[in-house]
């Protein structure tokens, strides 16, 4: 079984959790001996991992003739291409060149990040995916996110092969249901050429058989997993005592992740005590809004800003805290609480997010209640019993929760639909 994938990013350079997501599925994957994956990028940066898959750069694939010295591109890419390749459809719908702005070697260039031309790059990248589509050999197309839809169909518009897309958000959860009507097109098109979709939880699937209208027999539940973490990670130490207790909030600081609540529920824990600190973690356009809020509410002595971690910091902070939040007001999965899980620290989810239907060993509150969120949060710092129950079930649940294990249920469907 080949499979070609479509991606927007792949670590270690990520800008959330859909790098994460994507690293861990095809991990978890390739454990199939009989399975091979080819991930496309809009631009590697030459340190991914690629002992269990191969990864295309769509920035170093020639789309244009122009006249090039051909060995020299033999010479840069490990194999020679016919240019007559590159040149003589432009008669297709996605393909009429004359217009792009190609470098040397005839290919489109790709800021590898959410540049603000973010809608010029999708179509580029399905551009791209066209000529990727006639050179490579493989039996389905996986699009990860609205971001590859495009390519996933023009893919399957040249090749004939089966499209496989992963809703691992909708624009219902990014805007709180002001939602943007090119993103949303974007979307609804991918999954009406879709034969199967499979999404990160079923509150995700009600969502797009509701608000998409698509036939839930080809729409699956597919929730993440998590990686066994490295031996490196495992081996971190706590490097603060145990005088104070931390509680840490960790990813995008976006109206979608619910930040603010955090911010507010802290205030009522410092209305109870003033043995507890408080970290936001990550980056985002609300950050300087959550400072000035925790200024506002007199905690900014207790509250901490890091910003955006990656890698090993990530591991780092969370073998230091003492709680994690997860407040989101709408996640579709959220892997974070499992990692944190991983790490034997006590998470608090939101039940509007869609971990919340496969963790149990946890504590699970209302996204908008903060006195909930607070008397959570109070009770695991100064309850010893329920903060060690919930640190060693909750590491036992999450060990178990494997992405070989989802890659066995990926195939299932790649076979069905093959």
Same mark, same amino acid.
């Not at 994956?37 to 991914?48: A, Q």
């Not at 393909?95 to 005839?106: E, P, R």
């Not at 540049?115 to 493989?138: C, H």
């Given at each position: 079984?080949?499979?070609?994938?479509?991606?927007?990013?792949?670590?270690?350079?990520?800008?959330?959790?859909?790098?994460?997501?994507?690293?861990?599925?095809?991990?978890?994957?390739?454990?199939?001996?009989?399975?091979?994956?080819?991930?496309?990028?809009?631009?590697?940066?030459?340190?991914?991992?690629?002992?269990?898959?191969?990864?295309?750069?769509?920035?170093?694939?020639?789309?244009?003739?122009?006249?090039?010295?051909?060995?020299?591109?033999?010479?840069?890419?490990?194999?020679?291409?016919?240019?007559?390749?590159?040149?003589?459809?432009?008669?297709?719908?996605?393909?009429?060149?004359?217009?792009?702005?190609?470098?040397?070697?005839?290919?489109?260039?790709?800021?590898?990040?959410?540049?603000?031309?973010?809608?010029?790059?999708?179509?580029?990248?399905?551009?791209?995916?066209?000529?990727?589509?006639?050179?490579?050999?493989?039996?389905?197309?996986?699009?990860?996110?609205?971001?590859?839809?495009?390519?996933?169909?023009?893919?399957?518009?040249?090749?004939?092969?089966?499209?496989?897309?992963?809703?691992?958000?909708?624009?219902?959860?990014?805007?709180?249901?002001? #939602?943007? &009507?090119? $993103?949303?097109?974007?979307?609804?098109?991918?999954?009406?050429? +879709?034969?199967?979709?499979? =999404?990160? %939880?079923?509150?995700?699937?009600?969502?797009?058989?509701?608000?998409?209208?698509?036939?839930?027999?080809?729409?699956?539940?597919?929730?993440?997993?998590?990686?066994?973490?490295?031996?490196?990670?495992?081996?971190?130490?706590?490097?603060?005592?145990?005088?104070?207790?931390?509680?840490?909030?960790?990813?995008?600081?976006?109206?979608?992740?619910?930040?603010?609540?955090?911010?507010?529920?802290?205030?009522?824990?410092?209305?109870?005590?003033?043995?507890?600190?408080?970290?936001?973690?990550?980056?985002?356009?609300?950050?300087?809004?959550?400072?000035?809020?925790?200024?506002?509410?007199?905690?900014?002595?207790?509250?901490?800003?890091?910003?955006?971690?990656?890698?090993?910091?990530?591991?780092?902070?969370?073998?230091?805290?003492?709680?994690? #939040?997860? &407040?989101? $007001?709408?996640?579709?999965?959220?892997?974070?609480?499992?990692? +944190?899980?991983?790490?034997? =620290?006590? %998470?608090?989810?939101?039940?509007?997010?869609?971990?919340?239907?496969?963790?149990?060993?946890?504590?699970?509150?209302?996204?908008?209640?903060?006195?909930?969120?607070?008397?959570?949060?109070?009770?695991?710092?100064?309850?010893?019993?329920?903060?060690?129950?919930?640190?060693?079930?909750?590491?036992?649940?999450?060990?178990?929760?494997?992405?070989?294990?989802?890659?066995?249920?990926?195939?299932?469907?790649?076979?069905?639909?093959?």
């Amino acid at each position: 079984m080949k499979v070609l994938m479509f991606g927007w990013e792949f670590p270690p350079h990520i800008s959330g959790g859909l790098g994460t997501a994507s690293y861990g599925m095809t991990k978890g994957m390739a454990k199939q001996s009989d399975l091979e994956i080819t991930f496309c990028i809009p631009r590697p940066w030459g340190d991914e991992d690629q002992s269990f898959l191969r990864i295309v750069g769509m920035n170093s694939v020639p789309i244009t003739w122009r006249n090039v010295d051909w060995n020299h591109v033999q010479n840069r890419v490990g194999s020679y291409m016919n240019p007559q390749d590159y040149f003589d459809f432009r008669d297709h719908i996605y393909a009429d060149f004359n217009y792009m702005n190609t470098n040397d070697l005839g290919c489109l260039e790709f800021s590898g990040r959410y540049p603000d031309n973010l809608q010029e790059e999708i179509n580029n990248y399905s551009i791209v995916a066209g000529v990727v589509a006639r050179k490579e050999q493989f039996d389905i197309i996986h699009s990860h996110d609205w971001l590859t839809y495009p390519a996933g169909i023009h893919a399957k518009q040249v090749s004939g092969k089966p499209l496989v897309i992963h809703v691992h958000a909708t624009d219902f959860d990014r805007s709180r249901g002001n #939602v943007n &009507p090119t $993103v949303y097109a974007i979307e609804k098109n991918g999954m009406d050429h +879709a034969d199967h979709i499979m =999404c990160v %939880s079923e509150l995700t699937r009600q969502t797009v058989i509701s608000k998409y209208y698509q036939d839930p027999a080809k729409v699956t539940t597919m929730h993440n997993a998590v990686e066994p973490l490295p031996a490196e990670y495992e081996a971190i130490q706590r490097t603060r005592d145990d005088k104070e207790k931390l509680v840490t909030f960790l990813g995008r600081i976006t109206m979608q992740k619910g930040p603010e609540y955090f911010v507010e529920a802290a205030a009522l824990v410092l209305q109870r005590t003033h043995n507890v600190r408080f970290c936001m973690a990550g980056s985002g356009d609300m950050m300087n809004a959550m400072i000035r809020l925790a200024a506002e509410r007199g905690i900014a002595d207790r509250f901490h800003f890091p910003g955006f971690m990656r890698g090993k910091q990530v591991y780092e902070c969370l073998k230091n805290s003492d709680v994690y #939040v997860m &407040p989101s $007001v709408s996640e579709p999965f959220g892997i974070s609480p499992l990692e +944190a899980m991983q790490c034997n =620290c006590p %998470s608090i989810i939101s039940k509007q997010s869609g971990c919340a239907e496969i963790l149990d060993k946890c504590i699970k509150v209302d996204y908008w209640d903060t006195h909930a969120l607070a008397d959570a949060i109070y009770s695991i710092c100064t309850n010893p019993s329920l903060y060690t129950y919930l640190r060693d079930e909750g590491k036992k649940e999450v060990d178990a929760i494997t992405w070989e294990k989802v890659g066995y249920k990926i195939r299932a469907i790649y076979d069905k639909l093959v």
